[in-house]
């Protein structure tokens, strides 16, 4: 009987957690769970509290460039690389036109192309006017014949990464946001609605203006949003933590007043 006893012992000694040791262990786990989802909760928001500081750190910038050098100046956003860069024009530059109410002039595809076609005739009855007054001798060694012309249009501008010396290294680069942020929306007094796609910018000019306009920054799950702004004639810049919708002025063309009739820009 000694003998049986002995053996058993070293079986019960052998026998699985108890419920309490279960439950602590469980418990460790949770805790270690909580903090990992609190260190990445804590990671997405540095991230994007880094992300709107750049952003708004390359605006004040571009705009103190643009007074102090006389040149134009934009950040370039472009959505599906979730990029931006500051880039320079090498001429003037022109932002879309509006009429005498301050609201912007579309586009019109069909306008521009009957007026390259109608550009192209005037070109063409130009020159062969010339070649008839002129080409009659038909000297091709002449140093001073006149070229075939074009009619004169303006060129739209051409920017380039911000390049210069005694700067930071790589400044004209295009800087890739952390995948924890996402760009909402950007829009400007010149846009007629949010951009939320593709490629935008902001300009900056050498009189020390810019254009009012909104940046919209989330992180994936939604949880931090802020909205940068940007103030046209002092190019003062500020953040807040909300979605902030550019709204303009003719945004509120449709309104109605305490009468329900329309309102229009003289009636308000």
């Not at 006893?5 to 469980?26: D, N, Q």
């Amino acid at each position: 009987m000694s003998v049986g006893r002995a053996r058993r012992r070293p079986r019960g000694r052998s026998r699985g957690m108890t419920l309490i040791e279960i439950l602590v262990v469980m418990g460790l786990l949770a805790l270690v769970a909580q903090v990992l989802l609190v260190g990445f909760g804590s990671s997405g928001q540095a991230e994007i509290h880094r992300a709107t500081n750049e952003i708004a750190g390359t605006l004040r910038f571009a705009f103190d460039r643009a007074r102090v050098t006389g040149r134009h100046f934009r950040l370039h956003i472009d959505f599906e690389k979730r990029a931006f860069s500051l880039q320079s024009a090498d001429e003037r530059m022109y932002l879309p036109a509006t009429d005498r109410d301050g609201k912007l002039t579309e586009i019109d595809e069909d306008e521009i192309a009957e007026r390259e076609e109608r550009d192209q005739r005037a070109a063409e009855a130009f020159n062969r006017s010339v070649q008839a007054d002129v080409f009659a001798e038909d000297d091709a060694f002449n140093p001073y014949r006149v070229g075939p012309k074009m009619v004169p249009r303006q060129r739209p501008p051409l920017f380039k990464s911000f390049e210069r010396e005694n700067t930071l290294k790589g400044l004209g680069d295009a800087v890739v946001l952390p995948d924890e942020v996402r760009i909402v929306s950007v829009r400007t007094d010149s846009d007629f609605a949010p951009v939320v796609a593709g490629e935008t910018a902001i300009y900056f000019f050498p009189q020390g203006r810019t254009q009012l306009a909104h940046i919209q920054l989330s992180d994936e799950a939604g949880d931090n949003v802020y909205t940068i702004k940007v103030q046209p004639l002092t190019g003062k810049v500020t953040v807040v933590d909300e979605l902030e919708p550019l709204v303009l002025p003719e945004d509120s063309l449709d309104a109605e007043d305490d009468q329900g009739k329309k309102q229009d820009r003289r009636s308000r």
